[in-house]
């Protein structure tokens, strides 16, 4: 189950901004992010991961944007939806063929 976000997205854009501004200040970007995160009061990991996502979906880094992912959930979605029709589909068929040689079996 995943845990509840608890930081608005206005939160992660300013937390995510105060990094890439700051970033040259530090001798690393993980030191930019330990000495930030504390400030906006989130973990150290979280704020890297959100610096992170921000880079692949400006395209500063490779990966998959945050909307290409959100178009393969919705699209892995629909699939499982359609395989589970597909498999009612064939059910009922294979039912309604039986029940068909069932009554010309007994003419």
């Known amino acids: 189950m995943k845990k509840q976000n608890t930081f608005s997205p206005e939160v992660r854009e300013r937390a995510v901004r105060l990094v890439q501004e700051h970033r040259e200040e530090y001798q690393s970007l993980w030191a930019a992010v330990q000495s930030i995160a504390p400030k906006?009061?989130?973990?150290?990991?979280t704020l890297l991961e959100w610096v992170k996502r921000a880079e692949i979906d400006t395209g500063a880094r490779a990966g998959v944007t945050t909307d290409e992912r959100e178009r393969m959930r919705a699209l892995e979605r629909e699939n499982r939806e359609l395989r589970r029709?597909?498999?009612?589909?064939?059910t009922a068929s294979a039912f309604f063929a039986?029940?068909?040689?069932?009554?010309?079996?007994?003419?």
């Open 40 to 45: 906006i009061g989130c973990n150290a990991s």
């Open 98 to 107: 039986q029940a068909e040689i069932d009554r010309q079996v007994k003419k």
């Open 85 to 90: 029709a597909n498999e009612i589909l064939r």
